[in-house]
């Protein structure tokens, strides 16, 4: 039985004296680790005889081993550079290679070129942005000033507003005021006669009715027989209604209303939201039903 050591379990006892794993090989020499494995068992057949000689010149140098002890009629070339394992290292890119690459690619990037190509129509775009803005900036900011402007003017037109109706509504005050009859009440002339006064009160020519609402009111009014209104009196809103004989009228709502006749000033005839019906004032008083 021939004990000779085969070329590939010669390598691997060295590689095992070394404690080398074939992972390790693999990783400093790049040689895949079935390529590895193949050498090994001596199982070249399923590696490329192109390939064979330059893989066993590859393990063999970083094992130390001299390849012509290992290749048949292995001559090391002449005149030129001998191959060395760390060819086969990844070795780090230069700097100056990396930055060349980088501005390269960016170069090369597609919407830069783009750009460049198109580059005074993406500066009249820019542009014209620019100056929208500019414009929508300053728009608004003369709106928010012109908005400051006349809000004080628009506050003085209010007031300036409610102080007219409210010396029109002292003017019709005053205007109602003088018209009012200043003779006594029917009630009063009434109490006169029954104490017996000798002076002898004088009934009123005529009657006033003069009716303000505090809150809405519905009322209708007869004068000597004639309806003379027949609606919705308004809050802060007053009537005046004279008559020779008699005034006849109604309220929706006696406590929202407050009444006058002939000058004087009736206290309230009824609660809030009460319905009387029929209220008749004559020159000798006011009678309720």
């Keep these: ?44 057949n399923v590696v490329s005889s192109v390939y064979i000689r330059g893989f066993l010149k590859i393990y063999c140098k970083f094992l130390g081993v001299n390849p012509a002890e290992v290749i048949p009629d292995y001559k090391e070339p002449q005149g030129q550079i001998q191959l060395k394992i760390t060819e086969f290292q990844s070795s780090p890119i230069p700097a100056s290679l990396f930055r060349k690459n980088f501005i390269t690619r960016i170069k090369n990037f597609v919407p830069l070129r783009l750009i460049r190509k198109n580059l005074p129509f993406v500066i009249g775009v820019l542009l014209f942005i620019l100056v929208a803005f500019s414009l929508i900036k300053l728009i608004s900011s003369k709106h928010n000033k012109l908005t400051v402007a006349t809000a004080p003017k628009a506050s003085a037109s209010s007031l300036a507003i409610l102080e007219k109706e409210k010396k029109e509504a002292r003017v ?32 009123p020519s005529s009657i006033k009715l003069i009716i303000r609402a505090q809150e809405d009111c519905y009322i209708q009014v007869k004068t000597d027989g004639h309806t003379v209104f027949q609606g919705t009196l308004k809050k802060g809103r007053f009537e005046t209604w004279q008559a020779k004989e008699k005034i006849i009228f109604s309220l929706g709502n006696a406590g929202a209303v407050s009444l006058e006749v002939n000058g004087r000033p009736i206290p309230s005839i009824g609660r809030k939201g009460q319905s009387l019906k029929n209220i008749t004032i004559t020159k000798d008083g006011l009678a309720i039903p």
Aim: overall charge positive; hydrophobic content about 30%; glycine content about 6%.
């Design 172 to 203: 019709v005050q005053k205007t109602a005021s003088k018209k009012v009859d200043t003779v006594s009440t029917a009630p009063q002339e009434t109490r006169s006669k029954a104490s017996g006064d000798s002076s002898g009160a004088v009934l």
């Design 1 to 44: 039985m021939n004990d000779t050591p085969t070329q590939g379990s010669r390598l691997k006892q060295i590689r095992l004296q070394k404690g080398i794993s074939l992972e390790e090989v693999h990783k400093k020499t790049k040689i895949h680790m079935n390529i590895l494995q193949a050498i090994e068992d001596d199982n070249l």
